[in-house]
């Protein structure tokens, strides 16, 4: 679990597999604020002497990174022990010499000991809201503020230890997302009898104040092996050490013991991932290798990862899908979903085609992008909400233009949906003679000149899938 088992020992493993060495001048390593509701860094143990304002996180821009181009993006987690600033250290990660060939971005954000969840609190479910952080607020951000190819192909989270919990835990849950997942040396499956007591020596934590009881609905709801089926259209790369040193590789004397303990006992949990994840149908890769638990091992794991391919094709939106959560709100294949009250077991939802089915107790607002969806009381079966609803509304200016005269007419473009209004993009305008599109904004801009005599003249604005409006315009000598 990162170096937490080794607390008070120098962080400096001795890089024997891959010896610290000059970063490629063209990579560029910043560090950016990632603001939170969720998580407050003043409520939480963060590692290191540092106690910031706001959440951190490194990203690495590749070679060739302009701020036009494109490229696809990394999510790389820490351990129990590390902090954001872990990966990118020479003698820890040396991210900018391991993922040199990499060619994507690479964002490495802060989780104390949070162990990437909505700790249960004894039921609150929050203080912190470490998944929460991740998923509605920092995965936007990243996407806000850099330039990331679009589709699931390009987007890949990986971790280690703690962190290779959390890459396959956020993966369950933002399936759409992810298209491939990778965990080194991970905590993955934490409802075994040994993982209370290991949790309180290695991560210093108490196992119920983040999972709850350990039979319980949420310790389930927070398991990536007893969620794996989430995965279906994603692809896994698993790979963990057997708990002892190779040969040639020279660790701190304590991961030689410690380390190779922890190691030792996450074996099995990663074994118990990958069965989980193949009889689900899961496109699975399982590397099992000798090693402990420290850094010239999790550098060899990110430069195998690499090798077997981070963004290599997947199903962009599959029509057959299982999606089973905890979370009071969140998105499964573009649907977001809103439960009145925070579910009181496990929820799933399951696309068969045209259909979509819930599993579960509580009442949920489903909708996706477009606003189009339902509400509904579980358990329900009901036709998958349509791409497009609501009505077009039309906003021109000026609305008044005289016979003869070019003007420049301008759409503002929306769409209503239950009195919540859309951006309306791509909508195709007409007058007179002329024809638009709408921009991104739902803006588009027509050069008109009318002739006859004054009158009103109507425009026709259409969009697939909504009924077709005819805003007039009045035309004056």
């Not at 609501?390 to 503002?412: D, E, L, Q, Y």
Request: hydrophobic share 40%; glycine share 12%.
């Amino acid at each position: 679990m990162g170096k937490g088992w080794r607390l008070g020992v120098a962080g400096a493993a001795v890089a024997v597999l891959f010896g610290a060495a000059p970063a490629a001048a063209e990579q560029k390593l910043i560090t950016v604020g990632t603001p939170s509701a969720n998580v407050d860094p003043s409520r939480v143990r963060l590692n290191g002497n540092e106690q910031p304002k706001r959440l951190r996180a490194n990203v690495l821009l590749p070679d060739g990174y302009d701020g036009e181009r494109r490229f696809p993006v990394l999510f790389l987690l820490h351990g129990v022990g590390d902090t954001f600033a872990s990966w990118a250290k020479p003698e820890l990660g040396d991210v900018q010499r391991t993922a040199q060939e990499l060619g994507a971005i690479v964002v490495m954000p802060e989780a104390g000991r949070g162990f990437y969840t909505n700790w249960f609190n004894e039921g609150r479910r929050g203080d912190p809201g470490w998944e929460r952080f991740y998923l509605d607020e920092l995965v936007p951000q990243i996407e806000r503020d850099f330039r990331v190819l679009p589709g699931r192909s390009n987007h890949a989270i990986a971790g280690l230890s703690m962190g290779g919990f959390g890459a396959a835990w956020l993966g369950t849950q933002l399936p759409g997302y992810f298209g491939s997942v990778a965990a080194f040396s991970g905590f993955v499956q934490h409802q075994r009898p040994e993982v209370e007591a290991g949790l309180r020596a290695v991560g210093e934590v108490e196992y119920t104040d983040v999972f709850g009881p350990m039979d319980g609905f949420y310790a389930t709801g927070h398991n990536p092996t007893r969620l794996a089926e989430n995965l279906r259209h994603a692809r896994l790369y698993v790979t963990v050490g057997h708990g002892k040193a190779e040969p040639g590789v020279m660790s701190a004397p304590a991961a030689l013991v410690g380390g190779g303990a922890v190691e030792a006992g996450l074996r099995p949990q990663s074994e118990e991932l990958v069965a989980a994840a193949r009889a689900a149908g899961v496109d699975t890769t399982y590397v099992p290798l000798a090693g402990v638990h420290d850094w010239p091992y999790w550098r060899r794991h990110l430069r195998d990862a690499i090798a077997w391919g981070f963004f290599r094709p997947v199903s962009a939106a599959p029509r057959d899908w299982t999606y089973r959560t905890v979370a009071q709100s969140g998105e499964a294949w573009g649907l977001r979903y809103r439960f009145a009250e925070p579910p009181p077991a496990i929820a799933t939802l399951e696309r068969q085609d045209n259909r979509l089915s819930g599993q579960g107790a509580g009442r949920v607002r489903i909708e996706n992008a477009a606003g189009c969806g339902f509400e509904a009381t579980l358990p329900f079966d009901r036709a998958f909400p349509r791409l497009t609803c609501g009505r077009i509304r039309v906003r021109v200016a000026p609305r008044r233009i005289r016979v003869g005269r070019t003007t420049r007419v301008r759409f503002r473009l929306t769409r209503v949906v239950e009195g919540r209004r859309f951006v309306l993009g791509g909508a195709r305008v007409r007058l007179g003679g002329r024809r638009a599109r709408a921009n991104s904004r739902g803006r588009a801009v027509l050069r008109y000149r009318p002739r006859g005599k004054p009158g009103r003249r109507r425009a026709r604005v259409s969009a697939p899938g909504l009924r077709t409006v005819r805003p007039a315009i009045r035309v004056v000598r």
